[in-house]
């Protein structure tokens, strides 16, 4: 018996179905040095246009000491000089707009810099001053740090004042707080119970907002309301996929998806509705059940969040289709659309991910002495993952380097690692470094053309000039053109507006949905075929649409439309 999942949306906001593609500033492109640069990526945004992206997400950009890859702000209202000026990013805002795209920022208002002024100031006014209000700072009555509660990156997520670099001859030598970070020491927790938060972020989203963008991203947005008591919690939430713990036995953390949240994005959806409808935010929140998530997008609050439960799904039939459904009838519930996603710049490449003898959200990061990915195996599911997520309805997420079919550096030596995770667990994790090096452009350039002089922050390995741009560019056969194609072909038959039917049931060891049309649209249902370990045959009366390999054979997705 079919399954209705999901039915037809009429289109009625432009994230409903976008393709949506994330772009990794530092190591898009550069005009010139190891880092990339926002004229760089200005002058490759018809590049990304060209895969039919309908808009772009930036990884920060701001100003920052660099110590999480510019998750660490220290200045939320300019751009840091490395990789370009405000008149740089208007100019890209602008150009994004020319080619008919969106542009989403990245905030980061859990935690800023410690180089942020506010910080600075908090440290030389002491305690019990307004200024040390604004972050988590606490005397502690022994040498043990306030609570127990642990990094993301490692260790404990506490760290003294007088024990900084930088105290040997400051005001705070001696002084005897400690402060909060559930990130780096250099990323101190804002305290979201101080108003003059609230009114400094009011602010910030209006500063970019007047700039022109369509959306921000709003980074750790599950992590913002802390219970002001901070009592101790042992567990532990991990990155991307939130709690392992059961949740039945576990009490909830003081710290994460506290109820508190909400009222944050309720202020914040206020002031983007100041600039009409077209205007979102998408929540990065480490949280399960699909329920709980669907919370963060309630119709005052954001617009989407991302589906981290199918990035994180193994790769089975049993799985997929169990994650499939929960997402579909969480998001429905709220009237959100669902969000598909397979990378980002946090988690292994999926094209390494899904060649590994586990799949799943993977290790963080791996290492030449590591279990090494199936490549080939690996590339053929990822490509099956894409096509079977862009075959759903929803809006998908693409990581820049996913088009070309770019696997994880799984052999960067550990003297190039700049992941603060790398450094806090003490090398037990290799970190997030593999999924971003730098892309390549052309096949026969120094640094693959990612930069003119050849220069590149993390080396690229040799055998990613088969994956380079412009040696895909010139194979209709390649990854590449098959992205332009699946993307093309989305957009054409409307698939992110589709309805959705499970019909698995007819089709043993695969997974078999039926896209049907939305009101308007001039087609039929379309069958979306993922295969896993067995062949599967192509019923009659279908014909193939598209295929990421031959159809119906393992490990792969076919699209079909009736004969
Ligand atoms: C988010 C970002 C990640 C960063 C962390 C702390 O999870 O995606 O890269 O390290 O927040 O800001």
Excluded at 154 to 173: F, K, L, M, N
Excluded at 435 to 463: I, K, M, T
Excluded at 499 to 519: H, I, K, M, Q, R
């Amino acid at each position: 018996m079919p399954r209705q999942l999901h039915r037809p949306t009429a289109p009625s906001q432009w994230w409903q179905d976008a393709v949506i593609y994330q772009i990794y500033p530092r190591s898009f492109a550069s005009s010139g040095g190891p880092i990339g640069d926002l004229p760089a990526i200005t002058a490759r945004l018809e590049y990304v246009a060209s895969l039919g992206a309908d808009a772009v997400w930036l990884s920060p950009f701001y100003p920052s000491p660099q110590h999480d890859a510019g998750y660490d702000v220290a200045d939320y209202r300019n751009i840091d000089p490395r990789l370009g000026t405000l008149e740089d990013a208007d100019a890209l805002i602008a150009r994004t707009h020319e080619l008919g795209m969106r542009i989403i920022i990245d905030l980061v208002p859990n935690h800023t810099s410690d180089e942020h002024v506010w910080f600075r100031e908090a440290l030389s006014a002491g305690p019990d001053s307004p200024e040390r209000e604004r972050y988590w700072f606490r005397e502690a009555s022994t040498d043990a740090p306030p609570n127990d509660w642990t990094s993301i990156f490692g260790s404990i997520a506490w760290t003294r004042v007088r024990e900084r670099d930088d105290a040997p001859g400051s005001p705070w030598q001696d002084d005897p707080q400690w402060y909060l970070h559930l990130f780096d020491s250099s990323q101190p927790d804002l305290n979201w119970d101080n108003p003059a938060v609230h009114a400094e972020f009011r602010d910030v989203l209006r500063f970019w907002l007047d700039r022109g963008v369509d959306g921000f991203r709003i980074d750790v947005a599950h992590g913002l309301a802390k219970d002001p008591e901070l009592p101790d919690w042992q567990y532990h939430w991990t990155m991307v996929e939130g709690s392992d713990a059961d949740a039945a036995s576990v009490p909830p953390p003081p710290m994460w998806d506290r109820d508190g949240v909400h009222d944050i994005y309720r202020e914040w959806r206020t002031v983007l509705d100041e600039y009409g409808p077209d205007r979102m935010l998408v929540a990065e929140a480490w949280v399960s059940p699909g329920d709980r998530l669907a919370q963060y997008v309630r119709s005052d609050e954001m617009s989407q969040c991302f589906n981290f439960d199918f990035l994180s799904s193994q790769w089975k039939r049993d799985d997929l289709r169990a994650v499939i459904a929960s997402s579909l009838r969480a998001m429905d519930a709220v009237g959100a659309p669902t969000t598909w996603v397979l990378s980002n710049h946090d988690v292994v490449r999926a094209a390494s991910r899904l060649g590994l003898s586990h799949t799943g959200k993977g290790p963080n990061g791996i290492r030449a002495t590591d279990e090494q990915p199936d490549p080939e195996l690996g590339a053929r599911r990822a490509l099956a993952a894409h096509l079977l997520m862009a075959g759903l309805p929803g809006s998908c997420y693409l990581y820049q380097g996913e088009e070309l079919g770019l696997p994880e550096h799984t052999a960067l030596p550990d003297d190039v690692r700049e992941d603060p995770a790398y450094f806090r667990t003490k090398g037990v994790e290799a970190g997030r470094d593999g999924c971003r090096v730098p892309l390549p452009w052309r096949a026969q350039a120094p640094a693959f053309g990612f930069s003119p002089d050849g220069q590149s922050w993390l080396p690229q390995p040799p055998e990613w000039a088969a994956f380079a741009v412009d040696a895909q560019e010139a194979s209709t056969s390649s990854t590449l053109n098959f992205f332009r194609r699946m993307y093309a072909l989305r957009s054409e038959l409307a698939l992110g507006h589709g309805g959705l039917e499970d019909v698995s049931d007819a089709f043993p060891g695969a997974l078999a949905y039926l896209n049907t049309a939305p009101a308007d649209a001039e087609r039929g249902d379309i069958l979306i075929l993922t295969t896993f370990d067995t062949d599967v045959s192509i019923p009659e009366d279908w014909r193939v649409l598209l295929a990421s390999a031959a159809p119906g054979s393992a490990e792969s997705t076919t699209w079909l439309a009736r004969a």
